[in-house]
């Protein structure tokens, strides 16, 4: 079983910084895809950011050019670096991890608020 624990949101007015980490627990960090998700009030869950087991990256249109995500292995972290934020990156962060052994399995933090005042 995987424990997945979010840290580092707050609240901050646009145009700052916030960088969001996720603590895996167990081995299976290092092979395993990590994602950001996150989700405003009334809205659905959105994709934000993909790291690969490799270190390939991908992201939403909304966050490129502000938004970085990047993994410790050694110390089974996924990191979500947020700058120049907008009050509509207001949401529930959520850290998830997604491995594949005889089929996906997938496992989610807690989530952390963000909140950007204007």
């Known amino acids: 079983q995987v424990q997945l624990v979010e840290s580092g949101g707050g609240l901050v007015q646009a145009g700052e910084s916030l960088r969001l980490s996720c603590a895996a627990s167990g081995s299976m960090f290092s092979n395993s895809i990590m994602k950001w998700y996150r989700q405003a009030p009334a809205q659905q869950r959105e994709l934000v950011a993909t790291i690969s087991s490799g270190g390939t990256t991908d992201y939403a249109d909304p966050v490129k050019g502000r938004f970085t995500i990047s993994r410790d292995n050694a110390k089974n972290t996924v990191y979500l670096q947020m700058d120049n934020l907008k009050p509509e990156d207001t949401a529930v962060y959520y850290c998830?991890?997604?491995?594949?052994?005889?089929?996906?399995?997938?496992?989610w933090g807690q989530g952390t608020q963000v909140t950007v005042s204007s």
């Open positions: 998830n991890l997604r491995r594949f052994s005889y089929k996906w399995f997938d496992y």
